[in-house]
């Protein structure tokens, strides 16, 4: 199994910046994709980034040009740059980590980011 531990969620005025750090831990062989999900209350989860161990990303069209993913494949440490915030952007965000042929995705506790207008 895959454990996942995020980091540097918090409380920002709108207009600010977060970075967000998942670290994985556990059978972290042939990791493939990473990334971030984020769920607002009363709303479905949402994709928000992803990242291949080669570097190809995906983001969802309400962050694009304001939030960057990254990643250190040898740290299997996945990173969410996050800019111009807005109090849209509000959620619990969630690491996600799959594996080569693995039909599952690792999951980790979550990260609550708060944007006041």
């Known amino acids: 199994q895959v454990q996942l531990v995020e980091s540097g969620g918090g409380l920002v005025q709108a207009g600010g910046s977060l970075r967000l750090s998942c670290a994985a831990s556990g059978s972290t062989s042939n990791i493939n994709l990473m990334g971030w999900y984020r769920q607002a209350p009363d709303n479905q989860r949402d994709l928000v980034a992803s990242i291949t161990s080669g570097g190809n990303t995906n983001y969802a069209d309400s962050v694009k040009g304001r939030f960057t993913i990254s990643r250190v494949n040898a740290k299997n440490t996945v990173y969410l740059w996050m800019n111009s915030l807005k109090p849209e952007d509000t959620a619990v965000y969630y690491c996600?980590?799959?594996?080569?042929?693995?039909?599952?995705?690792?999951w980790g506790n979550g990260t609550l980011v708060t944007v006041s207008s």
């Open positions: 996600f980590a799959r594996r080569t042929g693995d039909r599952m995705y690792s």
